[in-house]
Each structure stands twice: as C-alpha cells, then as structure tokens.
C-alpha cells in the first residue's frame, strides 16, 4: 500500500479551525459523533486533488448539495461556496496544508482562499443569467444591477512552487463551461454515502474487463450465483439497461436488486478508479447488513494493498469499526500497523482530534471496553 498524504493540517475550513492529522496512514478511520466535522475532513483532503484549480473547489463546495438534491431543492453555487468558509465569515480565510508524497518525492501543499465579502455591479449577460424565467420574459422582467459576491484570491503551492489566481465569483455565476485542470495534483476520489442511489455503476465497469471481474467477485460474497454485469438495449425505447445475470434468476435489471449490491458495486469501481492514489469514502456502511462487514471491509482493505490506494474511511458505526480492525492480524503482525484511527469531538470553540493506531485501540477496546466514537 502508500501513503500519499502524511499530515493534514485544517487551518479554517467549514466549522473545523486548527485541526492537525499526524502520523496518517495506508488506512485511515475517521469516526466520531454525528456533526463533529468527519465528511469536513474528507472534503478538505479532496480540496488538495488539485489545489491550483478554483474549478476543483466548486466541486467540492457542491458535494453535500448533490446529495442533498435526491431528497430537497438545491442550493445556488454561490451559497455552497459560501458555506465551505467558517461561519460568520466576515473575513473569509479558507486554508488547508499537508505534508504529501507527489511524482516521486515529499513536498508540501498548500491551499488557501481569502478575499472579501462584497457588492458588484453586474454586465448585461451576467443580468440575463439572473433571471430564470423563459427567454420570452426576460426582456420584460427587472434585470438586477448589482449582486453578492466573493472577490479575492486563491494562492497555492504544490511542488514547492506557488501560484495565485484572482477570483471574483457571485450569486449568478455560471459554472458550465468553466476551466478544469486536466491533470489533477492527486489522483484522488470520494464516495458519498448516497453515490449507489443517483449514478449508474455497471456502464463503466464493463468498459474494462480487469475491472470487471474485481466487481463480480466481491458482489458475489453477497449471491455467489450472480455470474455476469450486462448492458443491454431496451427493446421498446433502444435505451441501454444495467443488468446483472443470475444463475437462477436469469438476466434481471439492477434496478430489481437492493441497495446492498448497488453500493458494494459503487465500492469495486471506486477502487479501479482509484489505483495508484487516495480514496475517500464517507460512510462506508451504508446500505451493507452487518453480516456482510467483515466479507466486504477485508476485500476493500486488501484491494487497495494490491492497487496501492490510500484509504480515508469514515463511520460512526461501532460494528462496521470493529470489522475494519479485524482486517490487521495484530498476533502475527508484531511491528506493522497499516490502520491509524482519528476520532474527531466537537466542542463550542473547536473541533478536537485524538490520533491511535489501529493496535492500541483494539488492545484498548479488548480490555478496558474503550470507546473510539467519543
């Protein structure tokens, strides 16, 4: 396995201030109360993908309101971006700082965004874009003057050389279109607790037959009769179908299958994706029954040995903890530990961070009944 990112440092970042992540990892366990900042840190780490690219913050700003999407209305872009600032945010400062390996070498990489809160007069093309009514209207409707804005700068470093790049971004910016780096700093991706409700999964594992066979090997510790992923067309519309073959069942559209199989598939490709740089996955119990923990976590743990991913994990699931531990053979593994686990605990003034090895706190828990989630 690797460990592309050594520390984390969160200056500012959403509600987290001064937060330091040492000693990280092959395999990092992110647990904690509910709201104490664990899906903060994964999207700070994915902040450093590439921290020259104000594109690559968007994203990450609109992660929550992706989810949030499936059940309520979605927030502007410009108050997703707003929200990823402490609050209040009078003085805008977002900074983040990790110690990383990157093309062979440590270095240090930063990314930091500060500006101001601000009014901006608006050009008529920005005005037209504020007005979201049929075209047919917009020549009647009031055309806004002026709008909230951000104005400032996002200054990097990577590779030991910095960069800055001027930002003024408001409530009717448009994103589409907008430039995104084609080399990103870090390989890195996350998955979201909901990502198997809203994605198709089988599309792109059947493009790469290696990938292929890794997904149907690990969705068939839940049904060992599933045989084959498909895509096939619709006879009625001639649209492609996400099918999955059934020794007994016959060919049956994912669709018919539960959550459970949907997610472990999100899983399987999320490791193909990820080879060779840092997975981030937020809650990785989701939609798994419990007796499928131990099954599901050693595959995942052991995947990303053989592709060398480093993995970030977050849960406040004490079971699915528990059979993330049991992964390391700690009777034959004298020295080696690749677990470090980060319990995070929010109190009014700051998040805090207790760091173990995934060795002291199973010693702990086996003797004193030590609780990792406080």
Not at 11 to 26: K, P, Q, S, V, Y
Not at 130 to 159: C, D, Q, W
Not at 287 to 299: K, L, P, V, W
Request: hydrophobic share 35%; net charge negative; glycine share 4%.
């Amino acid at each position: 396995m690797a460990i592309y990112i050594q520390n984390l440092h969160i200056h500012t970042f959403r509600g987290i201030r001064d937060l330091t992540a040492e000693h990280l990892n092959h395999i990092n366990l992110i647990v904690g109360d509910n709201n104490c900042g664990k899906t903060s840190v994964l999207e700070a780490l994915l902040m450093l993908r590439d921290p020259t690219d104000f594109s690559n913050i968007l994203r990450v700003a609109r992660l929550r309101d992706q989810d949030n999407s499936l059940f309520t209305g979605k927030a502007s872009t410009y108050e997703n971006f707003y929200n990823l600032f402490p609050q209040p945010s009078e003085e805008p400062l977002i900074h983040l700082s990790a110690r990383v390996w990157s093309r062979g070498w440590e270095e240090e990489a930063e990314c930091t965004v500060s500006g101001e809160w601000t009014r901006i007069l608006l050009d008529s093309s920005d005005a037209l874009r504020s007005v979201r009514a049929p075209s047919s209207y917009k020549r009647i409707l009031y055309l806004p003057s002026e709008a909230e804005a951000f104005v400032g700068v996002l200054t990097a470093v990577t590779g030991g050389t910095q960069t800055r790049e001027s930002i003024s971004f408001h409530e009717y910016s448009d994103i589409t279109g907008r430039k995104v780096s084609r080399h990103e700093y870090l390989n890195m991706l996350y998955l979201s607790p909901v990502d198997h409700m809203k994605n198709t999964i089988i599309n792109r594992i059947v493009k790469e037959p290696y990938y292929k066979d890794i997904c149907l090997h690990v969705i068939q510790i839940f049904d060992p009769e599933i045989t084959d992923l498909l895509i096939l067309k619709n006879e009625r519309t001639n649209r492609p179908v996400e099918y999955i073959n059934h020794n007994r069942l016959g060919i049956m559209p994912v669709s018919t299958y539960g959550d459970g199989i949907k997610r472990v598939l999100m899983l399987a490709n999320a490791i193909a994706r990820s080879a060779g740089g840092v997975l981030l996955i937020d809650e990785a119990e989701t939609a798994i029954h419990a007796q499928y923990y131990n099954d599901i976590f050693r595959f995942l743990v052991k995947a990303c040995k053989k592709f060398e991913i480093q993995l970030f994990i977050t849960t406040h699931n004490i079971e699915a903890f528990d059979s993330l531990l049991s992964t390391q053979d700690y009777e034959d593994q004298q020295e080696q530990d690749d677990i470090t686990v980060l319990t995070l605990k929010k109190t009014r003034e700051q998040t805090l961070i207790r760091n173990m090895s995934g060795r002291e706190v199973r010693q702990n828990r086996d003797a004193f009944d030590f609780e990792v989630r406080i």
